[in-house]
């Protein structure tokens, strides 16, 4: 696990904490419970890439960690309804103040902007964030696989190795797959969809076993931080007909969708590409020419 992800999820951990100091599980999961009913994010991807269309998740990304600032001129209402408007399936926003500079309030503004799914972009590995993520109005949560594999996190966080069910992985990873799909089982609950993300066949192994249809395959290296399509490529064989293939990272030019487009992925999550440019969503349109 990289360095950097290692800090982010200690201040998860933190974050978590001291909300729960101020409002109980219980009580948030009332509000998240009292929401309007949830859009239907993986009906609308589904809808889009079952008859060969391309869906994409356009995100809505004012920082990075590596990079700084992406988008100084940061309107989320206005970038997703320039998305809406230009072709997107769903939105991501991300949530994360820290390290993202993002906020749940740009994910309220965004969504009431449009009528388009929104996922949670944040780092989600407690069950009061998936409550907090229906409560500000979110559609679908992200799992990012890698923040769960870690024998040593997994100890800290309190996950039952003995409560898995998964055969043939070894205890930590069975941990990890337990926890996985008690986050999942949350947010199936709440009415939301799960994107599970994977950066390698062994992150892999562990997202199929839970039964969103929604697999994310992240094409940047965690610990170099390289990008590269072959990422998603080496492992379509792996995965089942029946699931959806969402590429991420790296898609930043018409060849890099031909290229997608033409080995069956149809489903991309792209951000930095559309957040550079003057307008996102006519950003987004030239690239998939939508």
């Known amino acids: 696990m990289s360095d950097i992800l290692n800090k982010i999820l200690a201040v998860k951990r933190e974050e978590?904490?001291?909300a729960q100091a101020h409002k109980s599980l219980a009580a948030l999961r009332a509000?998240?419970?009292?929401?309007?009913?949830p859009r239907d994010f993986a009906g609308a991807i589904r809808e889009k890439v079952s008859p060969g269309?391309?869906?994409?998740?356009?995100?809505?990304?004012?920082?990075?960690?590596?990079?700084?600032v992406i988008r100084a001129d940061f309107r989320p209402g206005e970038i997703a309804a320039s998305y809406a408007a230009h072709g997107a399936a769903c939105l991501s926003v991300l949530t994360d103040r820290q390290f993202f500079q993002g906020a749940p309030e740009y994910l309220i503004e965004a969504r009431a902007a449009c009528a388009l799914p929104v996922l949670r972009k944040d780092f989600i590995v407690d069950?009061?964030?998936?409550?907090?993520?229906?409560?500000?109005?979110?559609?679908?949560?992200?799992?990012?696989v890698a923040a769960f594999e870690d024998r040593d996190s997994n100890r800290r966080s309190g996950f039952s190795p003995t409560s898995a069910i998964a055969v043939g992985l070894k205890p930590d990873l069975r941990g990890a797959v337990a926890r996985m799909r008690e986050l999942e089982s949350l947010a199936h609950d709440l009415g939301m969809a799960v994107l599970v993300e994977v950066h390698d066949a062994a992150e892999l192994d562990l997202a199929l076993q839970l039964k969103t249809p929604l697999i994310g395959i992240n094409n940047r290296n965690l610990r170099t931080f390289e990008v590269s399509l072959q990422t998603t490529l080496d492992l379509l064989a792996r995965i089942p007909a029946e699931r959806i293939v969402v590429t991420e990272s790296g898609i930043l030019a018409p060849p890099d969708v031909a290229l997608m487009r033409g080995h069956g992925v149809n489903a991309f999550l792209v951000g930095e590409a559309f957040m550079r440019a003057p307008d996102p969503g006519v950003a987004l349109g030239r690239l998939f020419a939508l």
């Open 53 to 68: 269309d391309t869906a994409v998740i356009a995100e809505i990304k004012k920082a990075s960690p590596s990079k700084g």
């Open 16 to 18: 978590v904490a001291a």
């Open 127 to 144: 069950e009061y964030q998936v409550a907090e993520a229906r409560a500000m109005g979110a559609d679908c949560i992200l799992l990012i």
């Open 31 to 37: 509000e998240a419970e009292a929401q309007a009913p």
